[in-house]
């Protein structure tokens, strides 16, 4: 695979499409399974208030993969992913009901780079709060 998005095409201020992303207790058991994290503030309710968390929340790594899909389904290629970093700010909190919480992703081309590279600032946001701070990327364009 190789980016389809052009760099000449692209200018600081481009909006990359906007996604949602739903997530329910189920999505964190498999993703559980898939990662080996097994904490239990990601999947017993119990035990997440008992440690002081409002409930079950995300793990923070399937929240950081979630946001980025933005940006690898804008450019076409997760490969031309070259950095990728952000700070967790918040959690996103998981209520154990049929529509559980959802991740709300935007994100703009912030500066063009040598190379053929932008980097992408992400702004992830869940029941209302910024759940990922300082969200860049930096990715290679065709």
């Not at 209520?95 to 702004?123: H, M, Q, W």
Request: net charge negative.
């Amino acid at each position: 695979m190789a980016a389809q998005i052009q760099y000449d095409a692209v200018e600081v201020g481009t909006e990359l499409p906007a996604a949602s992303f739903p997530v329910t207790r189920a999505t964190l058991v498999r993703y559980a399974g898939a990662s080996g994290d097994f904490n239990p503030i990601h999947w017993n309710e119990k035990f997440a208030t008992e440690v002081g968390l409002p409930d079950v929340i995300a793990h923070g790594m399937f929240t950081m993969a979630e946001a980025i899909r933005v940006v690898t389904d804008w450019v076409g290629d997760p490969g031309a992913v070259v950095e990728y970093g952000v700070r967790f700010t918040k959690p996103v909190i998981v209520p154990n009901d049929e529509r559980g919480a959802l991740i709300e992703v935007t994100a703009k081309v912030a500066a063009k780079l040598d190379d053929n590279r932008v980097r992408v600032d992400l702004t992830a946001m869940s029941a209302g709060q910024k759940v990922l701070g300082m969200s860049r990327a930096v990715v290679a364009l065709a």
